[in-house]
């Protein structure tokens, strides 16, 4: 399976649900350009692209990208920022792609592979509420 089917399967380990009334941005740091990196440089990275959202004071919280099966998980960001924003972060920390929601829509939005935006349906029958 390619890389960017893959990502049309993802699923969304997060510890809160989300209103559908806001739009917003879900970009990681980690595995630059589809490169598995070790965990320690993955950490890094991710603390890095935490100290910029601070920096811009744009909201966040925390949120695992998953396979269905769990058997990948990424350290990722759910941001509140507009999509050109969104892809600015991405293409700053070499991310192939971005999930974008709008309205309750999950998009797949290709940053450095060429790719078409696909729409994959609703958020929520993504999202993965984990217990605390």
């Known amino acids: 399976m390619s890389l960017w089917e893959s990502y049309k399967t993802s699923v969304f380990l997060c510890h809160q649900a989300l209103t559908e009334d806001i739009d917003f941005a879900i970009i990681s740091a980690q595995n630059p350009a589809g490169h598995t990196e070790h965990p320690y440089l993955?950490?890094?990275?991710d603390n890095?692209?935490?100290a910029c959202l601070n920096k811009q004071r744009l909201p966040y919280r925390s949120v695992i990208g998953s396979a269905p099966d769990r058997?990948?998980?990424?350290?990722?960001?759910?941001?509140l920022c507009d999509k050109k924003s969104a892809i600015e972060l991405a293409l700053q920390f070499e991310q192939n792609a971005?999930?974008?929601v709008q309205q309750g829509e999950l998009f797949l939005v290709p940053v450095l592979i060429a790719q078409t935006e696909e729409c994959l349906g609703s958020f929520s029958e993504r999202l993965i509420l984990l217990n605390d």
């Open 48 to 50: 890095e692209l935490q």
């Open 71 to 79: 058997s990948f998980q990424e350290k990722s960001w759910i941001v």
């Open 98 to 100: 971005i999930y974008w």
């Open 42 to 45: 993955n950490l890094r990275r």
